[in-house]
């Protein structure tokens, strides 16, 4: 099994920036690929950014330009840049990895607010 566990959440001003962090643990040998999803309020669950199995970043087209997805491999953990925020990137974000041989695994998500 995988454990996930997101941080870096938090309450920001309209163009600021946050950084999240994942955190993986268990078999983490099997993670095929990993990302980052996201639910705003009343709306559901949409991708945000991820790697394919071969590494390639994938972005939604509204957080292009404004977040990074990168990895540490050596610390198993996965990170989210997000950098001139609006007000419409306000959800909780939730880290999410294939494991091979088993489906997919989730955290337990981390909020983020950005006020205008």
């Known amino acids: 099994q995988v454990q996930l566990v997101e941080s870096g959440g938090g309450l920001v001003q309209a163009g600021g920036s946050l950084r999240l962090s994942c955190a993986a643990s268990g078999d983490t040998s099997n993670i095929l690929t990993m990302g980052w999803y996201r639910r705003a309020p009343g709306k559901q669950r949409e991708l945000a950014a991820a790697?394919?199995?071969?590494?390639?970043?994938n972005y939604a087209d509204s957080v292009k330009g404004r977040f990074t997805i990168s990895r540490d491999n050596a610390k198993n953990t996965l990170y989210l840049q997000m950098n001139s925020l609006k007000p419409e990137d306000t959800a909780v974000y939730f880290c999410?990895?294939?494991?091979?041989?088993?489906?997919?695994?989730w955290g337990q998500g981390t909020q983020v607010t950005v006020s205008s």
């Open positions: 999410n990895a294939y494991v091979n041989g088993v489906g997919y695994a």
């Open positions: 790697f394919t199995s071969i590494g390639i970043a």
